[in-house]
């Protein structure tokens, strides 16, 4: 079942983007997952760059662990508003795994190019990771999207909770956080795993500490150009 749980998260997670822009900012006025507000700082141009996904996150924490191909569907989907777009994914193992079977495992998913324009094609995006299950229902978003701005970062995230329903094979539900972000450079949406034996409410899941996680995500997988 890990597979599968895998498989799906895999699939639906890389990119609410925009650097937080566009009309999610107007229709989710920007909280935490208590209902605070959470203050907004205005984003720093990012200098250019691509997407480099290294062996290893968050200090060696969780490790890269699935060998499999990046979505070009994902790319081809985005090329109306992204130059040359290069699909890049990974999969993380989190420090539980393998002592235990279901993570939590991080998945990162996007795209790098030159994004024209970035609102529309976070937007497309999403649209395509959430549809992108053809034997299973879209995912669901539960919670959010919200703006925040972790702390230490001038750059916005576009957050949420997910929530997916596995109909083929065992038949469960899971919901975890999703974090993601468009720029001049790239359209890239990371997710966490939550454990399928063990639910969770998605008003427990913390939105605001898993964006402080994705915002260091981030610095490690940016590759300047020289």
């Known amino acids: 079942m890990r597979s599968l749980v895998r498989t799906t998260v895999f699939a639906t997670t890389i990119a609410m983007l925009t650097a937080c822009g ?13 209902g605070q507000k959470i203050t907004q700082a205005p984003a720093a141009p990012a200098a250019p760059y691509r997407l480099s996904l290294p ?38 193992d989190g420090p539980n795994y393998p002592k235990k079977n279901y993570g939590p495992f991080i998945a990162i998913n996007g795209v790098h190019g030159t994004v024209l324009a970035p609102a529309p094609a976070r937007e497309e995006f999403l649209r395509l990771l959430d ?57 890239v949406n990371i997710s966490e795993s939550t454990d399928p034996t063990q639910p969770i409410r998605a008003s ?3 939105l605001a500490a898993f964006a402080t996680k994705v915002a260091t995500i981030r610095n490690e997988i940016r590759a300047p150009l020289s």
Do not use: M
């Open 22 to 34: 566009g009309s999610e900012q107007a229709a989710y006025p920007p909280s935490d997952s208590a």
């Open 204 to 206: 427990d899941i913390g």
């Open 55 to 92: 062996p290893s996150l968050l200090g060696g924490t969780y490790k890269d662990s699935d060998p499999s191909e990046p979505d070009e569907n994902l790319a081809d989907g985005v090329s109306a508003w992204v130059d040359q777009p290069v699909s890049v994914r990974a999969t993380y």
């Open 131 to 187: 549809h992108s299950r053809k034997s299973e229902p879209p995912a669901k978003t539960v919670i959010g999207p919200k703006t925040i701005v972790p702390a230490g970062s001038s750059e916005p995230l576009s957050c949420r909770v997910v929530e997916r329903a596995h109909t083929t094979g065992d038949d469960f539900t899971v919901v975890g956080p999703e974090c993601s972000w468009a720029d001049a450079s790239a359209i």
